[in-house]
Each structure stands twice: as structure tokens, then as C-alpha cells.
């Protein structure tokens, strides 16, 4: 009869007790370590070259040689001799702007062969074949961790430096990464970009969206090692376990009445 009134305890918390999705910053910040994915966010703005903008004209850049009074071409004080006409960003050799007009018309020659994947540079693709290939030649020299691409290195080292340059102006709250700042600001400014295409219910994180298509799916990724019982949410196999170590982290100050 005890097993069995346990058990009804823990219908009624996993009921109750669901992830606090917007208390997501602590999640937010290990979610965003993964270095091939959010980390790339910060890594892109590093490239020289910005998101792609739709061309608006057929005509070709223009190269924009300076000359001297005897009308030889001439360089710039700065030695940029090739103008981009969309954006009017200066260049010094002629391939560096014929690469540069590429965010322009979204073209991307270089494939993956194994994937299909395209880019718009030739150490792009590079880079990106170390997915499949599993290279990592980056270690970190202070615990070993190894990354695929330096930029990745370098976001890992604040994780041993300590570093947040990420700070926001509203509450003062400083992040290491640029993702994990980004999401943060969405708790100011409401935006919740992430919608159920079932249910129309939004979120601020992918990860909790995930999280909520469990309810239209009915998936249970999470398995009790000790009765089997399947749960949609590890934070609610976590309290479930309870019920087995018969743990109650939970004291009623007034009355002292320990709960699951």
C-alpha cells in the first residue's frame, strides 16, 4: 500500500512539476558551449564577410582605380583600390572583392561531397570537413579539450579565464558567450521567436520547443533504471527517483513536513 501511495505522489509531481521554462539561463549557457553549433554564431561574425543581402542590380561591381596626375593608376593611402558598388566596402586586390560579392548574390561554389552542404569559401568547406572527418586540432593546454576550429578554442578559454565580455545594460548580468547573451535579452525585450506548429505556443529557446513537441509526440527519452518507467523530462525522472531513494529535499518551514 506504500509503493502504491508513493506512486500516486509521483503521478501528482510529474503533473505538476514541469521544467520552469523561462528560468532557462543556467541551461542556456551549457547548451551554448557546443562547439559546433552555437559557438559558429560568434565564429561567423569573425569572417570578413557579413549575411548575404539580395542583389537589387545586374550591374557588376565597381573597380575603382585612384591615378596620379599623369594618369597613372595610383593606390589609396589606405591601399584599397577595389570598391564594392552595393555596399562600398574597399578591398586591395581584385579576388579579395570577387570573393566579397558572393554575400552579395549567395553564391556558393565549394560542396561537400558528403553532405551536400554549400559555402561561399574554399576554407569554409575546409573547415567544415573536419565534422565529418573528426579532426580537432585545437587543444586547450590547461584541461585538453580539443575543438575543431580556433575560434572555438577561444570561446572554451573563458571558461577557464573567467571572462564575460558580454554584459548586459539592463541588469548588469555579464555572459562569456555572445549566444548565451542574445538569449538573455529576450527575457527584456518578450521576443519569443520559437513557435509550435501544433498548438501556436511560443518559447524565447529552441531547446524548450523541443522540449514541448514531447506533449504532441509523446516521446519519454528518460528511463527509470529501477521500474522502467519512461518520463518526457529528465528533471521529471529526477523527481520520480524519489519515490525509489525515498529522499524529500523539501521541508514545510512552519510545520517541518518533508516532501518529495
Not at 112 to 134: A, N, P, V, Y
Not at 185 to 201: A, D, V
Amino acid at each position: 500500500m506504500a509503493f502504491i501511495k508513493e506512486e500516486s505522489e509521483d503521478v501528482k509531481i510529474e503533473e505538476t512539476f514541469t521544467v520552469k521554462q523561462e528560468d532557462l539561463q543556467e541551461q542556456t549557457d551549457r547548451m551554448v558551449l557546443k562547439e559546433e553549433t552555437h559557438g559558429q554564431n560568434e565564429i561567423d561574425e569573425k569572417w570578413q564577410f557579413e549575411k548575404p543581402q539580395e542583389l537589387t542590380t545586374d550591374e557588376k561591381p565597381t573597380l575603382t582605380k585612384k591615378t596620379s596626375s599623369h594618369g597613372r593608376p595610383r593606390k589609396s593611402k589606405s591601399g584599397c583600390n577595389f570598391s564594392c558598388k552595393l555596399c562600398s566596402k574597399s578591398f586591395s586586390q581584385k579576388s579579395n572583392l570577387d570573393v566579397h560579392m558572393r554575400v552579395h548574390t549567395g553564391e556558393k561554389p565549394y560542396t561537400c561531397e558528403q553532405c551536400g552542404q554549400s559555402f561561399s569559401q574554399k576554407q569554409c568547406l575546409k573547415t567544415h570537413m573536419r565534422i565529418h572527418t573528426g579532426e580537432k586540432p585545437f587543444s586547450c593546454k590547461q584541461c585538453g579539450k580539443s575543438f575543431s576550429q580556433k575560434p572555438n578554442l577561444d570561446i572554451h578559454m573563458r571558461v577557464h579565464t573567467g571572462e564575460k565580455p558580454y554584459t548586459c545594460e539592463q541588469c548588469g548580468k555579464s555572459f562569456s558567450q555572445k549566444q548565451s547573451f542574445k538569449s538573455h535579452m529576450r527575457i527584456h525585450t518578450g521576443e519569443r521567436p520559437y513557435t509550435c506548429q501544433q498548438c501556436g505556443k511560443s518559447f524565447r529557446h529552441a531547446r524548450n520547443l523541443e522540449v514541448h513537441m514531447r506533449i504532441h509526440t509523446g516521446e519519454k527519452p528518460f528511463s527509470c533504471k529501477q521500474c522502467r518507467k519512461s518520463l518526457s523530462k529528465k528533471l521529471n525522472l529526477i523527481a520520480h527517483m524519489r519515490v525509489h531513494t525515498r529522499e524529500k529535499p523539501y521541508t514545510c518551514e512552519q510545520c517541518g513536513k518533508e516532501f518529495r
